[in-house]
């Protein structure tokens, strides 16, 4: 006996004790970034039923993704940091058996990736994984002094905004005066075509495939330099290199395919203006209750680009705060989730469902105006 319910032929959320929520906040990885375009999720289920040799996929796709993308290569990975770390790797080994075989030991390799201070974050150790040594820098003639016969790569920070005093064009332009590789991860942005990276002299730009692709969520895109995103592909799986755990499979490889054939298709404007309609539902329904007022603010960012809606309240009149909304929200059926602050909450209508702006905007004026707390 399996001891499976009489006719659940699989489980779900539900059956496992698990609350889906509607996601009001982005792509963010932890609340499952984005849900598969049903194109995708159909490329994936085909992908499911026969083999393939994964070299020849990786060349075949490699090719219609510069087509799509307008750009010399294309390559589907495990995720934006299984990139990261493929791209590095690449960088340091290139695609000497011996020195792949080593890593993350590098010693006697180019070992460092130079970086501006202000590109710094959590992912980088990604690239540190490899056995490279990430070398800050804080201005251009730093970035100079910097460069050795050590240096492996120039890591960019896409949404670094002015974070970094070294504008992307003028650091690229040194690593291809020195014949460096430069890496831009672009995680959570818009892989728009033509590319603004490549087209500002990056040797490769990273995304994830489960953001604002909708790709599956165990994938990431790579677009860029042939030949190095051929020895990015030599250092990850299906070969036994130090990238060998971040496997995409040929289901990964497929939905994410799907889903960059789609954004070369949907129609963006009027997925912004479906956006700001399902604000107006979600505002509209509180504008009434005491002391909410209502703002939609235009995103200034790259990533998680949409506009957001931020509703605020004197927490003395509606009886909660920031904070007490937005667990209200969360713990209640359905889960909702978004961002709050000291006396509002902010709606990013990026990753909703048709017809859940309905559900928000009641489900919010019932919190606001203690209608069935």
């Keep these: 006996m399996s001891g499976e319910a009489p006719g659940l032929r699989f489980p779900t959320y539900d059956s496992i004790g698990v609350r889906p929520l509607i996601n009001c906040r982005g792509t963010y990885t932890i609340i499952s970034g984005s849900l598969l375009l049903p194109e995708a999720r159909a490329a994936m289920q085909e992908a499911s039923r026969r083999y393939v040799h994964l070299d020849e996929l990786a060349e075949a796709v490699g090719a219609r993704l510069a087509e799509l993308m ?12 299984a990139a990261l770390c493929q791209v590095a790797a690449a960088c340091v080994a290139g695609t000497d058996p011996e020195k792949m075989e080593r890593l993350p030991d590098a010693t006697g390799m180019k070992d460092e ?32 002094a910097a ?30 005066r020195h014949g460096i590789p430069s890496l831009v991860d672009a995680a959570a942005e818009r892989p728009d075509v033509p590319n603004r990276y490549l087209a500002e002299g990056a040797s490769a730009v990273a995304y994830s495939g489960g953001k604002c692709l909708r790709g599956p969520q165990a994938s990431g895109l790579i677009l860029g330099e042939r030949e190095l995103l051929e020895a990015a592909f030599r250092n990850g799986a299906p070969h036994h290199s130090l990238g060998r755990p971040m496997k995409a499979g040929k289901e990964e490889v497929m939905g994410l395919l799907a889903a960059v054939e789609m954004w070369v298709r949907r129609d963006h404007e009027a997925e912004w203006q479906e956006w700001l309609r399902r604000l107006e539902v979600i505002g509209g329904a509180v504008r009434d209750v005491d002391t909410v007022e209502t703002a939609v603010n235009e995103k200034t960012g790259r990533s998680n680009v949409a506009p957001g809606l931020n509703v605020a ?44 702006e309905e559900v928000v905007a009641r489900r919010l004026r019932q919190v606001l105006a203690g209608e069935g707390r």
């Design 70 to 81: 307008e750009c010399e290569w294309g390559l589907i990975v495990n995720g934006c940091a």
């Design 147 to 176: 460069v050795s016969e050590r240096t492996a790569m120039l890591l960019i920070f896409g949404d670094a905004g002015d974070r970094g005093p070294i504008p992307v064009p003028e650091m690229t332009a040194v690593g291809r």
């Design 313 to 356: 309240w004197d927490p003395e009149a509606v009886g909660l705060d920031g904070a007490g909304a937005a667990w209200a929200l969360s713990s209640g059926d359905p889960r909702i989730e978004v961002f709050h602050g000291e006396r509002s909450v902010e709606f990013n209508p990026y990753m909703m469902e048709e017809g859940e």
């Design 113 to 144: 990736v130079i970086v501006q201070k202000g590109h710094r974050h959590g992912y980088d150790r990604a690239v540190r994984m490899t056995g490279a040594r990430l070398v800050e820098v804080e201005s251009l003639a730093e970035l100079e």
